[in-house]
C-alpha cells in the first residue's frame, strides 16, 4: 500500500473514482463538497474574536455562526485538506526543483515573486468563490452531480476566464514545453 501512496502520479480515473464515493457518501448524509464556506467561517470565528458586536450586525456573518458549533465538518474538511496535501509532500519523491520550467520561463526563478503571485491568486479564487456562492468543489463537484444550473454557468465561466488567463500569463511559452 505504501508503494502505491508513493507514486509520483496517480491515475486521474481512480482518484475522479475517490471523489465520486466521497461525494455519494456525503450526499447520502446530507452533506456537500465544498472548502469556501468553512473557510468564510473560521473568517467569521476570528472576527468574533477580535469585534463581536460586528459578527452580530452582519446578517452574512452571524449565518455561518447560527449553529454554535466551533469547529463544523466543513472546517475538518479544510483540516484534512492540508494534512492531505502535508501528507502527499512527504510521501512523494522529492522532484527537482528545476522541474518546473513553465514558471521560471514566464516570471523568473523569484521565490517571493511566485509567493506574492501565489497569495493573490488565492485570495482572488477565494474572493470570486464567496461572490459565486460556491468554490469550484461545491459548484463543479456537488452543484454539477446534482445537474444544478448555477453549477454549470460558474463552470463555463471559470473556462471561459482561466484558459484566455493562462494563454496571457504564459504568452512567453506558447509554441514550447
Known amino acids: 500500500m505504501k508503494a502505491f501512496l508513493k507514486k509520483e502520479v496517480w491515475s ?5 473514482a475517490f471523489i465520486g464515493l466521497l461525494l455519494t457518501a456525503l450526499l447520502s448524509i446530507g452533506y456537500k463538497i465544498g472548502v469556501s ?3 468564510s467561517r473560521v473568517g467569521a470565528l476570528v472576527e468574533q474574536v477580535v469585534s463581536g458586536s460586528h459578527i452580530e450586525s452582519t ?10 458549533v466551533i469547529f463544523n465538518w466543513k472546517i475538518l474538511f479544510i483540516v484534512g485538506m492540508f494534512l492531505g496535501a502535508y501528507a502527499s509532500a512527504r510521501l512523494t519523491p522529492k522532484k527537482n526543483e528545476a522541474s518546473n520550467t513553465l514558471w521560471t520561463k514566464a516570471f523568473g526563478t523569484s521565490k517571493a515573486r511566485r509567493n506574492v503571485a501565489a497569495f493573490a491568486g488565492g485570495f482572488l479564487l477565494l474572493f470570486g468563490a464567496r461572490l459565486a456562492n460556491g468554490c469550484t468543489s461545491g459548484h463543479a463537484i456537488s452543484g454539477g452531480a446534482q445537474l444544478a444550473v448555477t453549477s454549470w454557468v460558474f463552470m463555463m465561466a471559470l473556462f471561459a476566464v482561466g484558459i484566455p488567463t ?5 504568452r512567453k511559452n506558447r509554441g514550447t514545453s
Open 12 to 16: 486521474p480515473y481512480l482518484v475522479g
Open 37 to 39: 464556506t468553512g473557510i
Open 59 to 68: 446578517p452574512y456573518f452571524a449565518g455561518l455562526l447560527s449553529d454554535y
Open 166 to 170: 493562462s494563454l496571457l500569463m504564459y
